[in-house]
């Protein structure tokens, strides 16, 4: 069987709520989707939507990025609810995917993780709501109801890194590939080699890491990387 089906909920429910010109009726209840791969932490959001049987209704779970997207393609939620770090396909790439269906498709990312560079990769991908798992439970029913009626759901602290990291000095790309070895322990002459370039240019390179990001030494670089949520260790 496929797993996809497997945790599929509401068969049929692609159309229900729907009257005869196609839309939705304005009772109707908001259908949900829900991907996180921890199962206890699933569980509980699947409990969670289930006691809002006046408003919301579970169409499916999923444990997995890839499974999240067959999922969405085959029951159509109004909204979704995913985790940001996910085996198979991470958050950020789920949201794409989904996208490149349907840009309207309205998503809520639920993480533990809130650096700013996640927040950023994540809205930008085209994320309505990005919340922490210790949000208060009304707090996220609410948040679902308002990313369904067609606005987003940020929280101000978060939003408040948002705007940090987008006014901030950005890494390049190279400047990324750089961190990413560094944070793996590997000299100027190693990242070099791995990268083609000169050791004067991996020099220059940890010196604009440095600066953007404000700190004196290869560990602060990569401790504050990892709380950016820039790379992963």
Known sequence: MNPSRKRGHASGARTAG????GRRSP?????VLIADDHGVVREGLVSMIQRNKADMTLVGEASNGREAV??????????????LRM??????????????TDEKARIIVLTTFDGDEDIYRAI????????????????????IRRVHAGETSVPMH???????????????KREVEVLKLMAKGRSNKEIASALF??????????KAIFAKMNV???????TEATRRGLIRL
């Open 124 to 143: 930008q991908a085209g994320a309505k709501g990005y919340l922490l798992k210790d949000v208060p439970r009304e707090g996220l029913m609410e948040s």
């Open 197 to 206: 370039i000169s050791e004067g240019t991996v020099k220059s390179h940890g």
């Open 27 to 31: 009772k109707a209840r908001i259908r």
């Open 70 to 83: 067959e999922l969405w393609k085959e029951h159509r939620p109004d909204v979704t609810l995913l985790d």
């Open 87 to 100: 085996p198979e396909l991470d958050g950020v790439d789920a949201i794409k995917a989904i996208r490149a």
């Open 18 to 21: 729907l009257d005869a010109s």
């Open 158 to 172: 978060l939003v408040a890194k948002l705007a940090e990291r987008v006014s901030g000095d950005t890494l390049s």
């Open 216 to 222: 004196v030494s290869r560990t602060e670089a990569v």
